[in-house]
């Protein structure tokens, strides 16, 4: 490198803060610069939030990194780069793990980041975040000049400022008035850390939960199992006024036909055989609130009546009370029903529906979500690696082509065990390596689709030696927990499955030792 081009290069920074861009792409720019004044592998912009360093921009490091937060408890580099106002070095020989072993791209194994350095950034006198640098290449920062160090850290600090000072600003205009979709996108991000992803379809929804959550209207959740619709409850109600009191949640499909009025409602001391205490209900519960009703196409017909009522006028009555109560709720549900399809058919009362759409959010299936898997990888990933005292998990190259061409009919629940299973797998047969990586067949994707085939009524065997009263039982117990299995513990819809009212399965389950 000429010795004007750290200059220029510098000077490509400062060009930057002039232009119209999103964050995003600031701090790509950044980094991509970054790369043209100090030849390194791998560098980072990390935000911190709490104790926390979430990834808002990588280069050179592997795709799943966007979706990993670095606890700087679990990160000791981070954290002395955090405590310092200066530039911190560490050489090939320092102990401290390094939080990005084994997620340096093109690069397979136990080889791990050899030199590493990274400053703590500052926004008007607020410690922000750090910025990271790693290099495969022992010595690499030795020689490293300090005034431009100092001057690439300064401009990356006023760039870092800059996009603060604009989302801030924009932040105070969408008080006021409607804002640009991509601000929306923003906030729903900087308060929904648990919903993960950039799709064009989550950047949608992402909109869709900025414009309902900041009112009281009724929210109708619809999505394939296993999509996230509970987060979506979750960050409608944190976004809203109602923040600061209950968001309560209310299975419906687990409630028993004979129980349901209680369960919502409430009663009082004897109103049925023991119920020897008053009980106050979720309506209760919720109360100045948000309810969330989860498998809402579930509740019985019987139910629904008065779910309406509660609904419609905000009173509720406990179950043998004489006297009715008000209660300010704001309802929030959720199903994986076709609930059009349920109210022509006469299992889902009409007018419910109407009251409970007031404004639909639909969650996509995960195979519709573009990139989004490598993004929720890395955020399972990094969970998993604590939650089993791992200094590093990653996935092999081959690993990652699987998980981008597999369908994952189970939606984010299915990937997040998946990951698990595979961790588990890769570490005990790992054992002792400080990186450990999963393989395809620790993933074992495909033996589980056959699995899940596999447990179809045909494959049910029945002892010969049985009578006919016992083979009928216990192909009926076989039966019913294929299909509780495939229905991934929902029993409601493995009832639907087998063509059967949920509590006459229920009770025949419970017979035959089931439940």
């Given amino acids: 490198m000429s010795s004007s081009q750290p200059f220029l290069s510098l000077m490509a920074i400062t060009a930057n803060l002039t232009q119209t861009l999103s964050t995003t792409e600031r701090y790509q720019q950044l980094l991509t610069t970054v790369h043209e004044v100090l030849p390194c592998d791998a560098s980072a912009l990390l935000k911190l939030e709490g104790n926390i360093l979430k990834p808002v921009a990588t280069y050179g490091l592997s795709p799943d990194t966007h979706g990993r937060r670095f606890d700087t408890d679990e990160h000791p580099r981070l954290a002395t780069i955090l405590r310092s106002r200066e530039p911190v070095r560490f050489e090939s020989d320092c102990d401290l793990p390094d939080p990005y072993d084994g997620l340096v791209n093109d690069v397979e194994g136990k080889l791990t980041v050899h030199d590493c350095m990274g400053s703590s950034l500052y926004v008007q006198g ?69 919903i993960i992803g950039d799709s064009q ?95 809402i196409g579930e509740l019985p017909l019987a139910a629904q009546a008065k779910l309406l009522r509660a609904i419609q ?39 419910l529906y109407h ?51 597999y369908s994952w009919p189970g939606n984010v629940r299915e990937l997040e065990h998946a990951l698990n299973r595979a961790a588990l797998r890769a570490r005990q047969q790992q054992s002792g390596n400080a990186i450990i990586t999963i393989s395809p067949q620790d993933l074992a994707l495909e033996p589980h689709i056959e699995q899940v085939q596999a447990a179809s009524p045909e494959k049910i065997v029945v002892e010969s030696h049985l009578s006919l009263s016992e083979a009928s039982d216990d192909f009926h117990r076989q039966l019913i927990e294929q299909r509780v299995a495939d229905a991934d513990g929902n029993w409601a819809q493995a009832a639907r499955s087998l063509d059967m009212n949920r509590s006459n399965l229920y009770r025949l389950a419970k017979r035959l030792g089931l439940k």
Wanted: with cysteine; net charge negative; aromatic share 6%.
């Fill in 126 to 194: 607020k410690l922000w975040g750090v910025m990271t640098m790693d290099s495969l290449q022992v010595g690499q920062f030795s020689a490293l000049d300090a005034a431009t160090l100092e001057a690439l850290f300064s401009l990356t600090a006023a760039t870092v400022a800059v996009v603060e000072w604009v989302e801030a600003l924009e932040l105070k205009l969408a008080q006021q008035r409607q804002i640009t979709n991509e601000m929306i996108t923003e906030q729903f991000h900087h308060h929904s850390d648990d």
């Fill in 201 to 295: 379809s989550m950047l949608q929804l992402g909109k869709d939960i900025n414009t309902v959550a900041d009112s009281d209207l009724t929210a109708l959740i619809t999505g394939e199992s296993g999509t996230g619709k509970e987060l979506v409850a979750r960050a409608i109600h944190c976004q809203s006024q109602r923040v600061d009191n209950a968001l309560v949640y209310v299975n419906c499909a687990a409630l028993p036909d004979n129980l349901v009025e209680s369960e919502l409602f409430g009663h009082v001391k004897g109103a049925f055989s023991g119920a020897e205490t008053q009980r106050s209900g979720k309506f209760e519960l919720a109360n100045k609130g948000s309810l969330f009703l989860d498998e």
């Fill in 313 to 351: 006028f905000g009173e509720i009555q406990r179950v043998g009370a004489d006297a009715a109560l008000q209660v300010d709720v704001r309802i929030i549900a959720a199903t994986n029903r076709d609930l059009q399809k349920e109210v022509k058919e006469g299992r889902f009362r009409a007018d």
């Fill in 355 to 405: 009251r409970l759409c007031v404004f639909p959010l639909w969650v996509p299936p995960l195979r519709e979500r573009d990139d989004d898997v490598m993004t929720l990888t890395g955020y399972f990933l990094e969970k998993i690696r604590i939650q089993l005292g791992i200094q590093s998990l990653r996935l092999s190259s081959s690993a990652s082509k699987v998980m981008q061409s």
